[in-house]
């Protein structure tokens, strides 16, 4: 359940943004631009939101979502109810809804993480070939399921389970006699999903398709892999990494508790978002394509997706 207090810091951090107590009501804006509302007891929260998708919304989540009070609708306005979000999702609300009262480039430079200069990129890509024979059990994926993956295929379902077994992700293979719930699920989750998945590279993803692989990585994640047990939040990530390299930036546990505060499926799409841009900046600086720039930094064996990561690797999961 959402309190007042933490409306209340998910705000303030954000630039510009000030607190007024109007008519016996908490108020935040940006300049003469109110963003975020209290009602008077303080049990729900009105926001700045498109317009044009409020029905939609309202439709689709009743309980959660109340219209904005006849004065406001002709607003970019809507109400939630308090008790039925938790903080994660009231934060992402409240800076969705501060993006709409600030420029554009503000909000841009605030809420995504900064990424990486080419210097330091470099510098992350020599630490982490220096772990060893970090690339074998990609180049065995690979070459098991060349020339693409089909989780159609068992054999390349048992590949799947053995790599991210490699990567640390420590999924039990059943016992004899046992049913294979991870053979199983995968089956089911590709027919549902593979149309869907892009086969393109990071900087050329568009936001459809980032929804797309946070839808996939949702239901992935969530996915029974034992008794008492589902596949995961790192196992996911690195799952569709596997499945297409050249479009999926992975995470694990430290990296998206430190760039995003959550591993659900639209802390996975802030993610591939963060991972497009970093993408486009370093390109820009380096004047490389995406198929060079990897083999540049002594990483020609893995997209460049794969190279963001092990910077993330380098600078948060090591380092921590």
């Not at 692989?213 to 008492?228: F, H, I, K, N, R």
């Amino acid at each position: 359940m959402a309190t007042v207090e933490q409306v209340r810091a998910a705000a303030l951090r954000l630039p510009r943004t000030e607190e007024h107590l109007i008519r016996d009501r908490v108020k935040f804006r940006v300049g003469r631009i109110v963003y975020l509302a209290l009602s008077p007891d303080e049990t729900t929260l009105g926001f700045a939101f498109p317009r044009e998708e409020r029905a939609a919304l309202l439709a689709a989540e009743p309980d959660r979502y109340l219209p904005p009070v006849p004065s406001d609708e002709r607003y970019n306005w809507l109400r939630l109810r308090l008790a039925a979000f938790d903080e994660a999702e009231l934060t992402e609300i409240v800076e969705e809804a501060w993006r709409m009262a600030v420029p554009k480039k503000l909000a841009a430079s605030v809420l995504m993480p900064v990424g990486p200069t080419l210097a330091e990129l470099r510098a992350a890509a020599e630490v982490f070939a220096g772990y060893g024979a970090v690339d074998t059990g990609w180049e065995r994926w690979a070459a098991e399921t060349a020339p693409a993956a089909d989780l159609a295929d068992p054999a390349h379902r048992a590949a799947l389970h053995r790599w991210l077994n490699s990567w640390g992700c420590r999924i039990r293979y059943p016992r004899p006699g046992e049913p294979d719930l991870m053979a199983d699920g995968l089956a089911g989750w590709w027919q549902r999903h593979a149309a869907a998945l892009p086969a393109v590279s990071l900087l050329k993803l568009t936001d459809q398709q980032i929804d797309r692989l946070a839808d996939a990585y949702a239901e992935l994640q969530a996915l029974p892999v034992g008794p008492t047990r589902t596949l995961g939040p790192t196992a996911a990530a690195k799952a569709l990494y596997a499945l297409r390299p050249t479009a999926v930036m992975p995470w694990d546990a430290a990296i998206a508790k430190r760039l995003h505060g959550a591993r659900d499926g639209a802390a996975f799409a802030r993610h591939l978002r963060c991972g497009r841009a970093w993408a486009g900046a370093v390109l820009a600086e380096s004047g490389l394509t995406e198929q060079r720039l990897p083999a540049a930094l002594g990483r020609g064996s893995v997209p460049l997706a794969k190279v963001l990561d092990d910077y993330l690797y380098v600078t948060i999961t090591a380092a921590g």
